[in-house]
């Protein structure tokens, strides 16, 4: 070989579709001033770099998960092509603070508003959520379900619910 392996390191993606990962390969052992190539793999051309020094690296960013190939080529025309692939975390699931505790009261007026709850999600960050209310149709005692749910982008949810008595005697 005229020219080594090139040197080559990565970030994995943070999260499913983040488009944050980072693929990196600096030239050796060649003659500077090296060429860079990067391809995704559909064989598409991403990033070329041309005439970087020795020792400076040639780095493609915004990268989610998958397969990329390099192909480093020195000043004497030595050409070295390395794999990396990139992996993301599984998608997390996602939480939702904890309901007002069950609850009972004489009369329906008495019945505080459902309040936003908040939802944290690894990957989405964190946001409110409002209830959806459902009730056993009875007039005496009445049962009001509250229920809160925040679904991720990667379709994995979170659920929590408050029930309410009403029993107006």
Known sequence: LCC????????NESCPGAADGTV?????????????????SSGNVILTQNNLANGVASTATGLVAGTYTVTV??????EQ??????????CPTPTIASPPAAASYQCIGDVPAAP??????PC????????????????????????????NPCGNFA?????ITVDDT
């Open 4 to 11: 080594d392996v090139p040197l080559t390191s990565f970030t």
């Open 159 to 163: 659920t929590v619910s408050q029930t």
């Open 124 to 151: 989405s960050g964190t946001g409110t959520v409002a209830a959806v209310e459902t009730n056993n149709g009875a007039s005496c005692p009445l049962t009001i379900t509250r229920t809160w749910t925040y679904t």
């Open 73 to 78: 080529t020195d000043a004497n025309g030595c």
């Open 116 to 121: 936003l709850l908040t939802w944290n999600d």
């Open 81 to 90: 092509i390395v794999d990396i692939t990139l992996t993301s975390i599984a």
């Open 24 to 40: 990196s390969a600096t030239g050796q052992a060649g003659t500077a001033p090296y060429d860079y190539v990067w391809e995704n």
